[in-house]
């Protein structure tokens, strides 16, 4: 894994792909550092120059790929800070931070599915990207949710003919089956230990993924989000509750995760 | 020609210069390295720590306000006896001065602390009376005079290595509190921990933190630290170490002038990780650029009216 780094980068395309959600290229000079970066991890983004104050923090997001000497991210306006990253223009500095955390491990599975819903597709691009080149003969199933046409992101990336084995489902019908993305994961049949499965999205939806894998017997990886102030392993304000029994403990974020085994958690 | 003199004195150590990191905001330093060379800093000071291990607060813990951030960590920490296992180990490899923070909910915990740190190589204790005292029903040690006086003459008792007691803004008069602890044998006080604030989310009609209230920490409070620790600084005669807000060379210029003989640098830790280095240089800079021959000349050097 590389050494994180705080860089300053250049905004090349930050394009509105859907209602509300942008698409963010970043060119830095010091591409290495992408080019290691495990998928899953992600970066830690200052929205306006390092002076303001307001808002304060930085703003994680998931490496979305990395392709062409950019960087890129996919992100959804939900705050005030994702609503000043997307008045951004081309041409803009960004200090980022980067990579960060444990990304995804892939594992000796013959079968591999990615599950993403809504935002969660973001990260698995890269990750479905780097799995092909690891494993070129492995079958890599895709399964993509989202509430509505609208929110699928990504979709005509995984689509490339002859890569990914992909499934789609939105909750109103309007693209793929109508309904949850874990009724084509429960639908799919794998014996014990021939399937993992990898999964970001709402955490409802990681929480009934990781049932179905508990109930297969699959190995499951699940991605958490949290509040982060540092991104680095030096607030602790990022914890979840870990799994066990007595005194409660917490795992941190960014820095156990944000990928973690599902039986880490649940 | 010699550049200017960046070199301060607590007690009777002497610092390389007055910029520290904040405790809680610098993990234990090693965390940092990618980002800033830790033997460049005045001192580092840790992580708080109590004798057991504490496991901290539901998440969520923090939560972004305007120009700061409310976190109610809890306080979570491997432990004394964890801590001087694993973690004192990295100090030995930077030729830099870590300081400890240590917590505890008695007198006794704190000197307890005290004694057995005493035996180990750190430049200094700092101790966090930002603590509920469970035996007096939960009141903090630091909004107690009496308190606040009886646990820094405890962990004076135990050590001789210098002390700094580290004041909660969460006061009255924080000058009642400073001189406490100097009477209590403090080398030093430190200030202002977190301001206690809270945030609710209208939408859900529920407080922000799961633990409700918060310290509220980041730009936002500089100017309440900035009076606190030109108050302190009049009142008492050890220095005083200036924390709040701070995340320019020119807060720390402020800091300085309002009274206080060295900064700790908290929040500014955890959006930027690199500023308290880029704070030395620009200090250096600074002194150099206004032909300042030591940076104590700036030490309460504010003009009033
Ligand atoms: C590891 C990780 C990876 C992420 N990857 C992506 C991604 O690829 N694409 C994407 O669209 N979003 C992603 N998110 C969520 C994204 O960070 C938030 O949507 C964003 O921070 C919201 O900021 P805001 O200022 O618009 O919202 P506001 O609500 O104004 O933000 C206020 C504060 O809350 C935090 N916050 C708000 N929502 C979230 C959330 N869901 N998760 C974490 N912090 C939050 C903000 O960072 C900020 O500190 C990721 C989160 C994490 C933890
Ligand atoms: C996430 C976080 C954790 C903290 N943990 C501690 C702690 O363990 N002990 C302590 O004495 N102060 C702790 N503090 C307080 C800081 O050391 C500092 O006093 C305060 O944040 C004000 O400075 P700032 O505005 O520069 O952050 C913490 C602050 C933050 C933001
Ligand atoms: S966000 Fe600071 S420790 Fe995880």
Known sequence: MPTPRDITSIIVENREVNPKIFLLSLNTSDLDIWSEAEPGQFAMLKIAD???????????????????????????????????????????????????????????????????????IAPLLYFARK?????????????LGARTKNELIAVQDFTEPGLYDVKIATDDGSEGHHGLVTDLLDGINASPGDMTVYCCGPHPMMKAVSNICRKK???????LEALMA?????????????????IQEYLHVCSDGPVFKAEEIW | MTGPDLKIKIGGWTLKNPIMTASGTFGYGEEFTPYLNLEDLGAVVVKG???????????????????????????????????????MQIFRKYNTDFVVNILGDSVEEYSTLAARLNDTDIAAIEVNISCPNVKKGGVAFGVDPQMAYEVTQAVRRRTDKPLIIKLSPNVTDITVMAKAAEDGGADAVSLINTLLGMAIDPATRKPKLANIVGGLSGPAIKPVALRMVWQASKRVRIPVIGIGGIRTTEDVIEFMLAGASAVQIGTANLIDPGVSGNIVKGLLGYLKQHKISSVRELIGGLKTP
């Open chain 1, 50 to 120: 390092m002076s303001c104050d307001d808002p304060l923090l930085r703003r994680p997001l998931s490496i979305h790929n990395v392709r062409d000497g950019k960087i890129q991210f996919l992100y959804k306006v939900l705050g005030r800070g994702t609503l000043l990253l997307s008045q951004a223009k081309p041409g803009t500095a960004l200090r980022i931070l980067a990579p960060l955390g444990n990304g995804f491990s892939i594992s000796n599975s013959k079968t591999h599915c990615l599950v993403g819903g809504g935002m969660g």
């Open chain 1, 230 to 246: 540092c991104g680095m392993g030096a607030c602790l304000g990022c914890a979840v509750p870990k799994k066990g029994i007595g």
């Open chain 1, 217 to 223: 017997e699959w190995k499951c990886q699940i991605s």
């Open chain 1, 131 to 143: 799995m092909k080149e690891q494993q070129p003969s492995n079958t890599i199933k895709v399964l």
């Open chain 2, 49 to 87: 720590i109590s004798l057991e291990p504490r496991s901290g607060n539901p998440p969520p813990r923090i939560v972004e306000t305007p120009c700061g951030m409310l976190n109610a960590i809890g306080l979570e920490n491997v432990g004394l006896e964890k801590f001087i296992s694993t973690k």
